[in-house]
Every structure is written in C-alpha cells, then in structure tokens.
C-alpha cells in the first residue's frame, strides 16, 4: 500500500495505514488502529463517524454490548 501511495496511485486525500506487523495480527486491541476507517472516503471531507468520534456513543456501545453479554449469559 506504501507504494501505491508513493507512485502517486492513491486517492486523493487517502491517509495510508499504518504497517501492521504480522507477529502482531492475533493479539490486536479493540483499540488498535486497524479498525480506524479514516481516509477511507471518497475523497470529500467528511466527518468521522460518530462510533470514532463520539465518547458518547463509544460508552452506549460498550454498555449495550455489555448488556448483550448478560442477556446470553442468563
């Protein structure tokens, strides 16, 4: 992908990922940067989604996940 970026053949304002290291692959985080999807639009300036963004809503997603887990578990 860091070639495509410096021959130039990458949508305009596409930011490039960064490496991710293959011994690595298995123990990512929640958190890790492979799920962020910034620079992934079509080339307009966008807001990032609000599950990124939003501490609101990342907080209503882990109670609601949280609330799934207890459901099952009864």
Same mark, same amino acid.
């Given at each position: 992908? &860091?070639?495509?970026?410096? *021959? /130039?053949?990458?949508?305009? /304002?596409?930011?490039?990922?960064?490496?991710? =290291?293959?011994? *690595? $692959?298995?123990?990512? *985080?929640? !958190?890790?940067?492979?799920?962020? !999807? $910034?620079?992934? =639009?079509? /080339?307009?300036?966008?807001?990032?989604?609000?599950?990124?963004?939003? =501490?609101?809503?990342?907080? /209503? $997603?882990?109670?609601?996940? &949280?609330?799934?887990?207890? $459901?099952? &578990? =009864?």
């Amino acid at each position: 992908m &860091e070639k495509l970026f410096a *021959d /130039g053949k990458a949508p305009p /304002g596409a930011i490039c990922p960064k490496q991710l =290291e293959l011994k *690595d $692959i298995f123990d990512l *985080d929640v !958190d890790n940067t492979i799920w962020e !999807d $910034i620079g992934l =639009e079509d /080339g307009s300036p966008a807001a990032p989604p609000p599950w990124l963004a939003n =501490e609101s809503v990342r907080a /209503g $997603i882990k109670a609601l996940l &949280e609330c799934d887990h207890c $459901i099952k &578990e =009864e």
